[in-house]
């Protein structure tokens, strides 16, 4: 049984999943992935977005309106 942090445990998602969840077009999310703003694992010649790091980037991103 994996223990919990395995890699095993990740959902991955590709860029243009990423992009469709944020509304935002593939080349910003690649924008962010290649700044380090949103990690990526470069499978061959694309990426994946672990599913974590998408809610995660969402969150640190919000702005409540006063």
Known sequence: MPKE???????FMTVAEVAAIMRVSKMTVYRLVHSGELPAVRVGRSFRVPEDAVSDYL?????GTA
């Open 5 to 11: 942090g395995q890699p095993g445990d990740v959902t």
């Open 59 to 63: 969150k640190q991103s919000y702005m």
